[in-house]
Structures are given as structure tokens and as C-alpha cells.
């Protein structure tokens, strides 16, 4: 069964800084891992998706990158502005299952000014 | 571009009620996902349809079930409601069982149970 964990719950950095949200996940089987980005008591935005042949995807000032035989990936996030605080979430896509995410616990991100 | 519509918004039922969501995915996305959130925990993954057939089934109480129609439109149907159904309701869809492209979510039915 598949387990995401993400670390650290919380975090809390001035605007400017670059910052980095992980992510571990148990069983390697994947097809892929999305990174979403969830504001309070609203949905979830896809941010990026790595396939499971892939090494990182990037988006703007987002980098995300994924080490599937450590089961690991990392959320990079450059020149964090307030506009960035939300919950970030990783979920991963099961070769076993047919469309079953499987999400972490997610980071609560704020950013001050 | 067109996103996930969900309905209602909000919802407010009494215990041993029945609620109907409804969910429109994006045009010409052929996977159709339901997510259970509770206060201040992670999605949980409910059922999913592929081409109006249930594809996969997770943590879904037998009280609840769910139908993809002809239009690709799903609804969620709970009864029997108790207090614990409380949460947000998160439909999403993507194509190809999300195994090429992103889930798009939806901002959710929030349901809550007295």
C-alpha cells in the first residue's frame, strides 16, 4: 500500500527566499507524481507532473524533481512571494491501481512580507 | 479554459438525510475522480469512473454511490447521512486515468452533516 509523507508540516519564510518542500513515497510502482497547490477551503490546483521516466519538470519559478528508486521528490520554489502561501500537496499515481492518487499530508507554506 | 464545475457549493443536511453532488468535468476528459477532505486532512480517494465505467473503487462507504452518465457528467449519492460525512467534496477529471496528464479539481461541494 502505498504511503506519501511530507515533510515539514508547516513552514514559514520571509519573501524573497528560495525554499524546498519534500516528499517520500513507499512503493516505486509509479506512473507519475503531481505536485498541487490547495488555498484554504478550495480546490486543488495541478502545479507540475513528473512522469516516472522523468528526472524534474519545471514551471515558472517552480522545480520539481523525482528519485523514484529513493522515493523521494522535492518541490523548489525560488523567490517565494506572499502570493505563494498555501497548502502544497504531492500525490502519486500507482501502476497497480487504475486512477487512484495517492496523496501526502502536504506542507502548509506562509510567506511574510 | 473550461475547469471542473461542481454543485452545489455548499450543502447542509441532517443526520439520516441523502445529499446528490453533482460534478462536470472538462470537455473531453474521459476519467472522472471523486476525493473526500476532512478538516485538515489529505484527499481521500473515493471512486473513479473511466468512460462512464467504474474504474477503480477506494475508501467509499457502502452507503454512498456514484454513476458517470451518458453527457460524462457524474453525481455522488450519500445516504443515511451521519455527522462523520462532514467534508469537503472534490470531483477532478483528466484523460487517460491521469497517467499522461494532470488531474484538474474542482473547488468542491463542502457538505456539512447536523
Known amino acids: 500500500k502505498q504511503e506519501v509523507t511530507q515533510i515539514p508540516a508547516a513552514l514559514s519564510v520571509p519573501e524573497g527566499e528560495n525554499l524546498v518542500l519534500n516528499c517520500s513515497f513507499t512503493d516505486s510502482a509509479i506512473y507519475n507524481l503531481q505536485w498541487f497547490r490547495q488555498d484554504p477551503g478550495k480546490g486543488l490546483t495541478s502545479l507540475l507532473l513528473?512522469?516516472?521516466?522523468?528526472r524534474e519538470q519545471t514551471s515558472g519559478r517552480l522545480n520539481a524533481s523525482l528519485d523514484k528508486s529513493s522515493g523521494r521528490s522535492t518541490l523548489y520554489i525560488a523567490a517565494s512571494q506572499p502570493g505563494d502561501s498555501a497548502t502544497y500537496l504531492c500525490a502519486a499515481l500507482n501502476t497497480g491501481t487504475a486512477s487512484k492518487l495517492t496523496f501526502g499530508t502536504g506542507t502548509r507554506l506562509q510567506v511574510t512580507l | 479554459a473550461a475547469g471542473v464545475i461542481q454543485s452545489p457549493r455548499h450543502l447542509i443536511k441532517e443526520k439520516r438525510e441523502t445529499a446528490t453532488l453533482k460534478c462536470y468535468p472538462i470537455p473531453r476528459h474521459d476519467t472522472v475522480y471523486w476525493y473526500q477532505q476532512g478538516p485538515g486532512q489529505d484527499p481521500q480517494f473515493l471512486i473513479s469512473?473511466?468512460?462512464?465505467?467504474?474504474?477503480d473503487k477506494g475508501s467509499i462507504p457502502d452507503r454512498f454511490s456514484a454513476q458517470q452518465f451518458s453527457d460524462y457528467h457524474s453525481e455522488l449519492n450519500m445516504s443515511s447521512l451521519e455527522l462523520g460525512d462532514s467534508a469537503l467534496y472534490f470531483c477532478a477529471s483528466s484523460s487517460e486515468k491521469g497517467r499522461s496528464s494532470p488531474l484538474h479539481f474542482g473547488n468542491g461541494t463542502r457538505l456539512t452533516v447536523t
Open positions: 469512473f473511466y468512460e462512464k465505467m467504474q474504474s
Open positions: 513528473i512522469q516516472s521516466s522523468q
